[in-house]
């Protein structure tokens, strides 16, 4: 399972019992398929005893729909908590909601939010309430909040995700291969639940059959998804929130699997959108690049997101040829 560290921290600051400026908000930030709506509901279920008048979950951005509207969220906040109906003028229906957050105690989590604005009409000062958020991009203008960042599950972890799935005689029969399944899909969550659910289909398949068709870049997206669930579908999401000029930007980055810094963006993105330091920036917050472990220290390299590399790069073959 992993992320045992990462959920204790938000159950304990979701559970301070100090209310006051900057009651608990606390986001938890990754990018596609990293495990954040699973963690905010484990950490939800793990405080709600501090929130005895009720938790409320609102999905601020469906796959295939519009972002809900911050007024149309306040209003269906309002109505989760019963009472009065909620107010049809904006103003009003914001003070119900302040005064619902601040006379009880309930948690509001708010998953799929792609921007500050969507969260802002929650935060209620002295409220006993608290708001547990699942982000695409950082919040960085949110006030006092308690933010964390997800990314790759360990190995060990990733390897134990696809053991709970297909059993320990498979993953155990089949060592080296069910490893190189969890490197191929980059210890992502989303990516290891797919492999796991692919091989609990095909029970009379050997693990090598899937390490071998998952080695395989260029078919590595279009292996990793099973039903509804798609390694492809999570990352698009991201990328049409993204100006076009970003999603040149990863394109052309996409072109060579090689980590980046400073120093070749000028010569990997022609024009680059912003100052290369701005450029990274952007994609850091957007959850698109993660820095590189092993670089040294003066000298901060970055790397595509697998998933985001790979599904920038079928788009680029996709797409005519850029021209020298
Ligand atoms: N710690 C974990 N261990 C094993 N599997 C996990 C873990 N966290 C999440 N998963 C699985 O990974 C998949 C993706 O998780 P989840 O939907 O929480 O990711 P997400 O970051 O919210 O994705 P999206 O970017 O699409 O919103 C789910 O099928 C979930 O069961
Ligand atoms: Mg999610």
């Not at 509901?41 to 938790?55: K, N, S, T, Y």
């Not at 969890?182 to 659910?197: D, E, N, T």
């Not at 095909?202 to 693990?207: A, G, M, S, T, W």
């Not at 472990?293 to 996709?318: I, M």
Request: glycine content about 6%.
């Amino acid at each position: 399972m992993g992320r045992e560290a990462v959920a204790g921290e938000l159950m304990a600051h979701l559970a301070r019992r100090d209310p006051g400026p900057g009651r608990p908000v606390a986001v938890v930030v990754g990018p596609p398929g990293a495990g954040k709506t699973a963690l905010v509901l484990r950490a939800a279920h793990g405080v709600r005893e501090h929130f005895p008048d009720g938790q409320v979950f609102v999905d601020l951005h469906p796959a295939d729909s519009l972002p809900v509207p911050p007024d149309v969220l306040v209003r269906r906040v309002v109505r989760s908590l019963g009472g009065a109906p909620a107010a049809e003028h904006p103003e009003e229906s914001r003070a119900q909601l302040r005064n619902a957050l601040s006379t009880r105690r309930v948690l509001v989590v708010l998953d799929n939010v792609d921007s500050e604005a969507q969260v802002r009409p929650l935060l209620v000062d002295d409220g006993r309430s608290a708001v547990l958020v699942a982000a695409r991009r950082e919040l960085s203008a949110l006030p006092e909040r308690f933010s964390r960042r997800i990314g790759a599950l360990e190995e060990a972890d990733a390897l134990g995700a696809l053991t709970d799935l297909v059993g320990a005689d498979r993953t155990g029969a089949e060592r080296p291969a069910a490893l190189s399944i969890v490197r191929s899909c980059a210890g992502l969550p989303l990516a290891v639940h797919i492999a796991g659910l692919w091989l609990t289909a095909r029970p009379h398949r050997r693990l090598r059959d899937l390490a071998d068709r998952l080695a395989d870049e260029r078919d590595r997206l279009a292996v990793l998804r099973i039903g509804d669930l798609s390694v492809h579908a999570g990352v698009t999401a991201y990328l049409r929130l993204l100006p076009p000029p970003l999603r040149t930007a990863i394109r052309e980055l996409a072109r060579s699997p090689e980590d980046f810094g400073i120093p070749e963006i000028p010569a990997r993105v022609t024009p680059s959108p912003w100052p290369p330091a701005d450029l990274l920036e952007e994609l850091l917050h957007r959850q698109l690049i993660h820095p590189v472990p092993a670089a040294r220290q003066d000298r901060t390299r970055y790397r595509l997101y697998d998933a985001v590399r790979l599904h920038a790069a079928e788009a680029a073959r996709r797409a005519p040829a850029r021209t020298p």
